[in-house]
């Protein structure tokens, strides 16, 4: 696009590019999108690429002021850097979670083989306090159907992962832990840079105000967060200033920083 080559031209050549990988079949639905003469947006929604919902807004502010190679570009930018983000969590990650696998390997291991050769206590568990015959009782009972609550929490995982795949489900999911005492303090940080960042790039590339606004919103997960952001949208359009709405709705968490001022 940079080099002033076409939308459907440049789609073309990247997919002539990718002839052999997954990506090929993707560009090939865009391609065709493209040549029925749906907007780019469309189009790229249409094609079925696993993209963050900010790459859809930043096309469509693309189109609408005629910069949609500068507005791919933000989208790239801002991909890069949530990537990066998130490989810096992963890799601070691995050590308590190999912590937490241990340990409780270690707990499983020592219910399931090492409390059963003390199950002869049981025999007697008046003379037990209520804790120990509680262990011999469980570890006895996981000893003797190991592969059943195997299975079982296998089937467990399975399921548990098989409803986390729907949106709305991992959308409630983080409703409730945002309101969780500790983790709750964090977790509408990344939607509120997201949005930040979305909003910035928008108003930088022309589009109105309002415009970005609506489509910035989009791109927040937490619904109660996006619908204050909403009534932010409201308040600016009835001639409120950003900061001011942004304070009043409390939508950021706390006050508006002074340079989002009029």
């Given at each position: 696009?940079?080099?002033?080559l076409?939308?459907?031209?440049?789609?073309?050549?990247?997919?002539?590019?990718?002839?052999?990988?997954?990506?090929?079949?993707?560009?090939?639905?865009?391609?065709?999108?493209?040549?029925?003469?749906?907007?780019?947006?469309?189009?790229?929604?249409?094609?079925?690429?696993?993209?963050?919902?900010?790459?859809?807004?930043?096309?469509?502010?693309?189109?609408?002021?005629?910069?949609?190679?500068?507005?791919?570009?933000?989208?790239?930018?801002?991909?890069?850097?949530?990537?990066?983000?998130?490989?810096?969590?992963?890799?601070?990650?691995?050590?308590?979670?190999?912590?937490?696998?241990?340990?409780?390997?270690?707990?499983?291991?020592?219910?399931?083989?090492?409390?059963?050769?003390?199950?002869?206590?049981?025999?007697?568990?008046?003379?037990?306090?209520?804790?120990?015959?509680?262990?011999?009782?469980?570890?006895?009972f996981?000893?003797n159907?190991?592969?059943?609550?195997?299975?079982?929490?296998?089937?467990?995982?399975?399921?548990?992962?098989?409803?986390?795949?729907?949106?709305?489900?991992?959308?409630?999911?983080?409703e409730?832990?945002?309101?969780?005492?500790?983790?709750?303090a964090?977790?509408?940080?990344?939607?509120?840079?997201?949005?930040?960042?979305?909003?910035?790039?928008?108003?930088?590339?022309?589009?109105?105000m309002?415009?970005?606004?609506?489509?910035?919103?989009?791109?927040?997960?937490?619904?109660?967060?996006?619908?204050?952001?909403?009534?932010?949208?409201r308040?600016?359009?009835?001639?409120?200033?950003?900061?001011?709405?942004?304070?009043?709705?409390?939508?950021?968490?706390?006050?508006?920083?002074?340079?989002?001022?009029?």
């Amino acid at each position: 696009l940079h080099s002033g080559l076409g939308v459907a031209e440049s789609v073309a050549a990247i997919a002539a590019a990718h002839q052999h990988d997954g990506l090929h079949e993707v560009l090939e639905k865009l391609g065709r999108a493209i040549a029925q003469g749906k907007p780019f947006a469309e189009a790229l929604r249409l094609s079925g690429a696993q993209l963050p919902e900010y790459f859809f807004q930043l096309a469509v502010a693309g189109e609408m002021t005629g910069t949609l190679a500068a507005s791919l570009d933000e989208a790239v930018a801002q991909f890069a850097y949530q990537q990066e983000v998130a490989s810096e969590i992963r890799g601070a990650m691995i050590y308590p979670a190999v912590l937490v696998s241990t340990g409780v390997i270690s707990v499983g291991l020592m219910f399931a083989f090492v409390v059963p050769r003390f199950s002869s206590m049981l025999k007697n568990p008046e003379s037990l306090p209520w804790l120990a015959w509680a262990v011999l009782s469980a570890g006895t009972f996981l000893n003797n159907n190991l592969l059943a609550v195997l299975a079982l929490l296998a089937a467990g995982a399975g399921a548990l992962a098989w409803v986390l795949r729907r949106a709305e489900v991992r959308g409630a999911l983080l409703e409730q832990v945002s309101r969780w005492p500790v983790v709750g303090a964090w977790l509408p940080a990344p939607d509120t840079a997201t949005w930040a960042a979305l909003l910035g790039a928008l108003l930088a590339q022309g589009v109105p105000m309002l415009e970005s606004l609506q489509l910035a919103n989009r791109s927040v997960r937490l619904e109660t967060r996006r619908q204050r952001l909403d009534a932010v949208a409201r308040a600016v359009k009835g001639g409120s200033s950003l900061s001011n709405a942004l304070e009043e709705q409390a939508a950021l968490g706390e006050p508006a920083p002074a340079g989002l001022s009029r």
